[in-house]
């Protein structure tokens, strides 16, 4: 839809391009949310999508993504990352969470997703499950980074202050390493995420961990750890710690069936990774 309240559109090469915030602001990068509704506050939008940043890097230590990096671009490094980074699949599975047109696929960003902090933000399930960390530019020109699972702090809140921008997502050698099973519920076959969770299982010269991202079925992100593959029963009462209150509740599914389908996929995942 027209943004008839937008009066400018700056678009920023440099880092030190970025203009100094003002009410009325708001960073764009693929614009699927921001254009999707009405935001009658806006006055200035601030295109980071300019600015140059390769959409991945792959070093030893693991895989920085640019915030702009696009889902499209993110599915495809599935194929392309190091042999030995057994979770790559994950990545193309995760964005098949994000309920995508052609037009979304193409340019809806990692960073507007986690940004918008979701519960069914699909790369912020694929940040859980592989412990990624979000460095942040604030206003102020200094930077600061953060677990995504800190980052992202209620339905669709985190932890960014007036004018921050997300530059990446960092996701380490180590959780790519590990082996990864993936499950996705909706109440309807196109429907938004009502759950999707994640089991990773680290490899014992990464430390054996095993991991489970909750995310979809709850307002902000889980991520469950064990020493090793839990027993059912150890996996049932981690998933009955997690606080009543986290559960989600809205059209895409009810408190009660996210927590027992949370439930069942948890199970499924311990299984496959056994
Ligand atoms: C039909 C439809 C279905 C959708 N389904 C889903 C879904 O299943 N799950 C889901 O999570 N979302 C969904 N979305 C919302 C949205 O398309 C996605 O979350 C998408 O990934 C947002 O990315 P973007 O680059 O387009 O963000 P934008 O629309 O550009 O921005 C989204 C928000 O993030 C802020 N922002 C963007 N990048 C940054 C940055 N680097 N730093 C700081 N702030 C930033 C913007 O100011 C804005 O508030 C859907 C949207 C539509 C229209």
Same mark, same amino acid.
């Given at each position: 839809?027209?943004?008839?309240?937008?009066?400018?559109?700056?678009?920023?090469?440099?880092?030190?391009?970025?203009?100094?915030?003002?009410?009325?602001?708001?960073?764009?990068?693929?614009? &699927?949310?921001?254009?999707?509704?009405?935001?009658?506050?806006?006055?200035?939008? $601030?295109?980071?999508?300019?600015?140059?940043?390769?959409?991945?890097? $792959?070093?030893?230590?693991?895989?920085?993504?640019?915030?702009?990096?696009?889902?499209?671009?993110?599915?495809?490094?599935?194929?392309?990352?190091?042999?030995?980074?057994?979770?790559?699949?994950?990545?193309?599975?995760?964005?098949?969470?994000?309920?995508?047109?052609?037009?979304?696929?193409?340019?809806?960003?990692?960073?507007?997703?986690?940004?918008?902090?979701?519960?069914?933000?699909?790369?912020?399930?694929?940040? &859980?499950?592989?412990?990624?960390?979000?460095?942040?530019?604030?206003?102020?020109?200094?930077?600061?980074?953060?677990? $995504?699972?800190?980052?992202?702090?209620?339905?669709? &809140?985190?932890?960014?202050?007036?004018?921050? $921008?997300?530059?990446?997502?960092?996701?380490?050698?180590?959780?790519?390493?590990?082996?990864?099973?993936?499950?996705?519920?909706?109440?309807?076959?196109?429907?938004?995420?009502?759950?999707?969770?994640?089991?990773?299982?680290?490899?014992?010269?990464?430390?054996?961990?095993?991991?489970?991202?909750?995310?979809?079925? &709850?307002?902000?992100?889980?991520?469950?750890?064990?020493?090793?593959?839990?027993?059912?029963?150890?996996?049932?009462?981690?998933?009955?710690?997690?606080?009543?209150?986290?559960?989600?509740?809205?059209?895409?599914?009810?408190?009660?069936?996210?927590?027992?389908?949370?439930?069942?996929?948890?199970?499924?995942?311990?299984?496959?990774?056994?």
């Amino acid at each position: 839809m027209d943004l008839d309240t937008v009066e400018e559109l700056v678009v920023p090469l440099r880092r030190d391009e970025l203009p100094v915030w003002r009410p009325g602001d708001a960073v764009i990068a693929g614009g &699927t949310w921001l254009f999707s509704e009405a935001q009658p506050d806006l006055r200035r939008l $601030i295109d980071i999508t300019a600015m140059g940043w390769a959409p991945y890097e $792959i070093r030893d230590g693991g895989l920085e993504l640019a915030a702009t990096c696009t889902v499209e671009q993110l599915s495809r490094l599935s194929g392309q990352l190091p042999p030995d980074w057994t979770a790559a699949p994950l990545l193309h599975q995760c964005c098949t969470a994000l309920l995508a047109s052609f037009k979304i696929w193409k340019t809806a960003t990692i960073g507007g997703n986690v940004c918008l902090s979701l519960p069914a933000g699909s790369i912020i399930s694929l940040a &859980t499950a592989l412990d990624g960390v979000a460095t942040v530019w604030r206003a102020d020109r200094s930077q600061y980074t953060v677990g $995504i699972t800190d980052f992202v702090t209620g339905a669709a &809140t985190n932890v960014l202050g007036a004018g921050d $921008i997300v530059r990446s997502i960092f996701l380490p050698a180590a959780a790519l390493r590990g082996k990864t099973a993936y499950r996705k519920i909706a109440l309807a076959p196109l429907g938004r995420s009502g759950a999707v969770l994640v089991g990773r299982l680290d490899r014992p010269g990464d430390g054996g961990t095993f991991a489970l991202a909750v995310t979809g079925s &709850t307002t902000r992100p889980v991520s469950l750890r064990f020493a090793g593959l839990p027993t059912t029963a150890e996996l049932d009462d981690a998933l009955d710690g997690i606080p009543a209150q986290l559960w989600h509740a809205d059209a895409h599914g009810t408190p009660d069936w996210r927590r027992a389908m949370s439930a069942v996929l948890a199970r499924q995942i311990r299984a496959e990774l056994q």
